[in-house]
């Protein structure tokens, strides 16, 4: 991947991302391992079962203040005044902010650089800020909020992006409501189509999904002097700092940021909000601490989605298998600013399977409704409902196994990039050969078909791969490892673990080096005031990224320590090697040190290694693969489908803690099952342009009872020594691509029926029985 | 709570029933028992004043100064420094503040301060014997079964209640058990192997 390709990237996406100082020497590649590739329990578990882990929302401090915010609640108005007076006289109410309030006069530029006012009389989706409160209780401040009276001018909006190009829609912007058009084409598309045996084309549509992490989006802010800190839940305390520092005009060593717990994000917390800044200036304004947590109804507004697509798709394939062409548009929408409303929808297209001949289109507008935020491999999911299905459209088609289509066409490059790069490797036609073979899914395909149907039930069994096109990670990362003068150690470094092991996995990187047991390893994270830079936790990029920076910090450390403990032994530091506690000769054992009685390091009292992310390989992509399988039983009367059983086979280059990898690829597939089956964000598109579902009972996740009872991950190891020196690459976000695709496909198996558009579930199946299927 | 008679125009529905009692449902179904309170007497409560309520949380008393309007949860976090209860969504949806109330899983958002008096109260935190961990703490620690943490306080009290009521569930009991309990991470599989291990460790004890 190129640099600019790096920078583009949503994690990245208005970050000043420095570039790391070249590391040392890079250390080969691990042989075998002790530590790394283990089941470990997580190094934080205590804290997080007992109680004892203070979440950003479980913070308080002295003479804290509650915030709360005034919403538009209109998808597009003006504000025309606004009169917080009552408000200000009410019990317990100790600052009172709207647009015209001085302190509150600063631009906040959402996604892609539009600015608009912290308080913007234009308000272009339900939610949008226009005024907030500190007071001494939540109650205080959420009666003061109601007592806030605005003069809104209502406006008319745009709530379906399938209209929001028609003439005579409403404006979201005055300069009309195409965000771009972005296409893509090599080879020949039409000859390609001349050249199939076959060709099919549908039409696929994914709904507006709203990530809703279990803690709300917030934060507690106070000033101690001109120091503004801020206990964010985030999962980038750098991103949040630097947001804040720019629309308040602060040194950026003026803004700490504090996140050392968060109770998810999926990539709605890459980044700070609107909130973060109102907490600030309120917390000024009253000169006291302001917690302000949004309640859940605002997370559902304003703190992001996953656009809903609406796809097209035509495929050539020839009788043997081979893809000839493909062509694909997507039409999808960022909300009211722009907010990559298309974003790698069509990546899966260009890049998945072989195919010479590649044209897409993406068509980004705007509607009146909040900005979406990366959500969990931004556009891959999309893309995958529509080409894994098509995929198997086209193996029906040809008479071929959707398996034995798939393995015929898999890539040896990464066609969708510029020069064809090759993979460093490239694992999907493992985690298909080795997915179908631990599901046994030709056997129970078979078995299936075999069965002669009585009642209403009907089983079915569905299968989809994908690749995510970052998950390598790369500089830039600055990690310190402090080894104390009785060898315990402390680990510091910015990055935030979000709740995939990411603590977890730096401490036995730690342990592998340094032979320290991981629970004395200490580690201090996720604070701009005491931690080093790191990007945001996202894009799957996290371990590959941070865990070659700990690796080279040990190592600086064990470098040193080597050469004090060759001062005591007096021989060469390249005849020592560390043995748990000691440092032993390798050429006689009986000269050996234990570390915490090295002269070196009880004279200094720490010896600190740091260590710098090396730069990617050159000219070539690192890339994670994935193959997911499932069983499913529909009921042909009722339109319920049951999800019996999942297998996930994942390369990620090297499993490093495979407990929390196991974890990572349940919870993929069960946020998979949400987009699949459940999710939908409805917006009243005729009458109000408001959300109708803003909370989880009509909203519904996947509940224990939704998810696939029986799952079982399948890690495909290929230890890829070229794309850094763990040989790990990124897991979270391939584990959720393939799911939604391989549940509708395991529907097809199972009744014959396409289900092109999300959510599966029995209001949709009913209504295509209807059409499809005949009594008996 | 206030127990709603059920209007034969609305029925009631499970997930309208876990927010209109409050509870963590499935545990209470396990349970096979409704935490149906006597009929409140009618007392009106004035919201501006402040009143005195005596509260028992893992085994202390708690004497306090409440609005009416305060739910169990607020006085838990913001009064008593109980952060182990975690505020989700405060509507009975989510589960993340589930405390036990007499030995039931009940979302703490969904009742009031001034309800809870008289009622033995246990938090995540109460599940500590000293600095060790509980027997469900211990199992969701060894099988992983939480990844962000957020929900797992309440996840947790879900299974004790669970486990209180019925100590050797079924899958379908287990399943059941922690359904009013969201986890977004989706670490559901984890917490199954959680609850299947404190389960066959006690079974191997007896």
New interface residues.
């Given amino acids: 991947m190129t640099k600019k390709e790096e920078i583009d990237l949503y994690f990245a996406e208005d970050l000043a991302v420095p570039e790391t100082p070249e590391p040392g020497e890079s250390p080969d590649p691990w042989g075998s391992t002790r530590v790394v590739g283990t ?1 470990m ?2 190094v934080d ?2 804290e ?4 004892a ?3 950003p ?2 913070h ?1 401090a002295p003479g804290m203040l509650h915030g709360a915010i005034l919403r538009c609640p209109h998808p597009h108005a003006r504000v025309k005044a606004v009169n917080t007076g009552k408000a200000e006289g009410m019990p317990g109410v100790r600052a009172v902010i709207s647009g015209k309030t001085p302190e509150a006069d600063v631009q906040w530029a959402y996604s892609g650089g539009v600015k608009t006012g912290l308080f913007d009389p234009v308000c272009r989706f339900e939610g949008e800020t226009v005024a907030a409160v500190a007071a001494e ?3 205080q401040a959420w009666d003061a909020v109601r007592a806030i009276e605005v003069d809104y001018e209502v406006l008319p909006f745009v709530a379906d992006e399938r209209k929001a190009l028609q003439s005579g829609a409403a404006l979201v912007h005055d300069a009309g409501n195409r965000v771009k058009e972005d296409t893509y084409s090599r080879g020949n598309v039409d000859k390609g189509f001349q050249e199939a045996d076959v060709v099919l084309e549908e039409s696929f549509r994914t709904e507006c999904e709203i ?6 989006h917030g934060c507690v802010a106070s000033w101690d002097g001109d120091l503004l800190v801020i206990h964010e839940s985030t999962q980038g305390v750098y991103a949040v700092q630097q947001k804040v520092a720019r629309v308040l005009n602060l040194p950026l060593s003026k803004v700490r940021v504090i996140g050392h ?4 994000g ?1 990539g709605s917390k890459l980044q700070p909000g609107k909130y973060t800044v109102i907490a600030s200036i309120l917390a000024k304004k009253a000169g006291r601490p302001v917690k302000l ?1 949004l ?2 109804e605002e997370t559902f507004l304003c703190t992001g989605n996953r656009p809903p697509s609406n796809m097209t798709l035509k495929a050539g394939v020839k009788k043997d298998g081979t893809l000839t062409a493909l062509e694909f548009s997507v039409l999808g929408t960022g909300g009211a600013y722009p907010a990559g409303g298309t974003s790698l929808v069509d990546w899966l297209i260009r890049d998945l399977y072989t195919c010479p001949n590649v044209r897409t289109r993406a068509v980004d507008v705007y509607i009146n409704a909040g900005p979406a935020r990366p959500f969990r491999a931004p556009g891959h999911p999309q893309g995958a409902w529509a080409l894994e299905q098509m995929m198997d459209s086209l193996a029906q088609a040809v008479g071929m196994d959707p398996v034995e289509l798939r393995l015929k066409n898999i890539p040896a490059t990464s066609q969708g990039r510029e020069g064809n790069p090759p993979f460093t490797t490239t694992g999907l036609k493992e985690c298909i050969v080795q997915g179908a073979k631990a599901f046994r899914w030709d056997e129970r395909k078979k078995e299936i078909e075999a069965a002669s149907a009585k009642g209403p039930l009907r089983r079915g069994v569905g299968m989809a791969a994908c690749l995510w096109i970052a998950g390598g990670g790369g500089p830039p990362s600055t990690v310190i490892v402090k080894v104390f003068s009785d060898g315990s150690v402390n680990l510091n470094m910015g990055a935030s673990d ?4 990411t603590k977890t996995v730096m401490a036995m990187v730690v342990s592998e080096e340094l032979g320290v047991k991981a629970d004395v390893i200490q580690i201090e994270h996720a604070d701009t005031g005491t931690t080093q830079y790191a990007t945001p936790s996202g894009g799957s990029k996290t371990v590959p990224t941070e865990a070659p920076a700990v690796r080279s910090a040990a190592i600086d450390a064990k470098r040193q320590l080597l050469g004090m403990a060759a001062e005591d032994l007096g021989t060469e530091a390249s005849r020592l090697v560390f043995k748990g506690e000691e440092i032993v000769s390798r050429d006689d054992p009986s000269s050996r040190v234990r570390i915490k009685e090295i002269s070196g390091l009880k004279k200094r009292g720490v010896v600190v290694g740091v260590g710098y992310r090396g730069p990617n390989p050159e000219g070539k992509v690192v890339s994670p693969f994935a193959a997911q399988f499932c069983e499913v039983e529909v009921d042909t009367k009722t339109g319920e489908v049951r999800i019996l059983d999942f297998l996930g086979t994942n390369e990620s280059g090297r499993v490093m803690d495979r ?2 990898f ?3 690829v ?6 998979g099952i949400g987009l699949a089956t459940t999710e939908v964000r409805v917006l009243d598109e005729n009458r109000t342009g408001k959300m109708l579902n803003r ?3 009509d909203y519904k ?5 939704d ?1 696939a ?1 029986r ?1 079982v991950s399948r890690p495909v190891e290929m230890p890829d020594s070229e794309a850094n020196n763990t040989g790990a690459k990124g897991l979270g976000e391939p584990v959720t691509i393939p799911t939604a695709a391989a549940v509708a496909n395991a529907v097809h198996h199972a009744v014959g029926v396409c289900v092109t558009r999300t959510p599966l579930n029995p209001t949709r199946l009913s209504a295509l029985f209807a059409e499809n299927l005949k009594e008996g | 709570m206030q127990d709603k008679k059920t209007n034969s125009r609305f029925p009631v529905t499970r997930r309208g029933f876990i927010a209109a009692m409050g509870t963590g449902a499935a545990a209470v179904l396990a349970a096979g028992r409704l935490p149906v309170q006597a009929a409140p007497e009618e007392t009106v409560m004035d919201p501006s004043e402040m009143h005195k309520i005596t509260l028992r949380i893992n085994g202390r008393t708690r004497r306090l100064l409440v609005e009416p309007r305060w739910t169990l949860l607020f006085v838990l976090r913001e009064r008593l420094g109980l952060t182990g209860a975690k505020a989700g969504c405060e509507r009975g949806e989510c589960g993340a503040c589930t405390v036990l109330i007499n030995d039931v899983p009940r979302y703490a958002c969904m009742t009031l301060a001034v309800e809870a008096e008289g009622a033995d109260i246990v938090t995540l935190e109460g599940l500590m014997a000293g600095e060790e961990l509980g027997a469900v703490q211990n199992a969701f620690l060894e099988e992983d079964a939480f990844q962000c943490g957020y929900c797992t306080p309440g996840q947790i009290m879900a299974v004790e209640g669970l486990l209180r009521k019925t100590p050797d569930p079924s899958e379908d009991e287990i399943w059941r058990g922690v359904s009013g309990n969201l986890c977004r991470c989706g670490a559901y599989t984890h917490i199954f192997e959680a609850v299947k291990r404190v389960a066959g460790t006690r079974r191997g004890r007896s």
């Fill in positions: 089941p329990p997580r578990a205590y997080r079962v007992s109680g882990a203070l979440y929302s479980d308080t209780t939540p109650h990530h809703t992490p279990l803690e709300l717990y968060l109770g998810g999926f947590f309640t859940r979000i709740g995939t092991g407990l929390t196991d974890n990572q349940f919870g993929g597939i069960t946020m909370n989880w009972h996740l996947p509940t224990a009872l998810t009872p799952m």
